[in-house]
């Protein structure tokens, strides 16, 4: 694990690296060779995939195992299940696959609907429970797993954590996610 996955926040403009060294992931824009942030938070460093010499030049699609950390997108929503389109399998890769997660391991405090902690669009960081017939069943259950980029469901800001709740500063509205310690916190 890189430190700089760490939550670093960047707004656009800023220059995160050099294609040499990483590969651009999404919320990024190359130019000249840099690496450019295109949006404000800290995901984009956790969508950063390492230098691609360090995997073999064939590109496999990885496959998750039991114990992995992985990013990616809720797609769907059920009372009681999730589908997340996974991005990245630990911080060195990307896939295109989907992981599926119950209500009951959203959180080690009991969570009743998952209308409660998630919405389509989030960004997720989630650990890989069981991997069984390539079904891959994901928790977010531990302060350093959950939502880590969330979008107003009413005018798609990103929102923010401010004052103890999750909020978004364009249209003030306040909403509800499992959400990871440390996520981006709103300037007072
Ligand atoms: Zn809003």
Known sequence: MKNRQSG???????KLGVIEEFLPGLGTYVDDGNIYSSTIGHLLIDLFKKKISDNPSTSITPIPKVGDIVVGQVVNIQDKNIVIKISQINTESRSVLTGIM????????YVKTMFNAFKV?????????SSTNKEFHLSTKGSNLGVI???????GHLLVFQKHRLRCLNCKKIER????????????
Do not use: M, W
């Open 149 to 155: 980029q969330a979008f107003c469901s009413n005018c």
């Open 177 to 188: 996610r499992k959400i990871v310690l440390g996520y981006e916190k709103g300037l007072d």
């Open 102 to 109: 119950h209500v009951s391991d959203v959180s080690t405090s």
């Open 121 to 129: 669009g989030d960004f997720v960081r989630a650990k890989v429970i």
């Open 8 to 14: 670093i926040f960047v707004t656009p403009g800023d």
